[in-house]
């Protein structure tokens, strides 16, 4: 059973830095692109940030140059560093990878809150 944990979430004063990780466990042969998405309240889910298992790496215009996407595929952990953070960023942030366990699907964590407020 392949399994994705987030962790790092938080309230956060606009401004501030938060550091999100995704932590992949069980049978993993290799992991695919890895990547973030948000969610915020009545809204869609949207892509925030990827990255490929070679290190490629793309962002949502909303978030290019205060965000930064990396993984440790020794660990398969992947982490979003949020600096610069603003009210509009807050939303429920869920890791996403593509997994080749005994089958090749796509994984999604349970997500963590991300609030962004004075």
């Known amino acids: 059973q392949v399994q994705l944990v987030e962790s790092g979430g938080g309230l956060v004063q606009p401004g501030g830095s938060l550091r999100l990780s995704c932590a992949a466990s069980?049978?993993?042969?290799?992991?695919?692109?890895m990547a973030w998405y948000r969610q915020a309240p009545g809204k869609q889910r949207e892509l925030v940030a990827a990255i490929t298992s070679g290190g490629s790496t793309n962002y949502a215009d909303s978030v290019e140059g205060r965000f930064t996407i990396v993984r440790d595929n020794a660990k398969n952990t992947v982490y979003l560093q949020m600096n610069s953070l603003k009210p509009e960023d807050t939303a429920v942030y869920y890791c996403?990878?593509?997994?080749?366990?005994?089958?090749?699907?796509?994984?999604w964590g349970q997500g963590t809150q991300v609030t962004v407020s004075s």
């Open positions: 996403n990878a593509e997994i080749h366990t005994y089958y090749t699907g796509r994984f």
């Open positions: 069980g049978k993993i042969f290799s992991i695919n692109a």
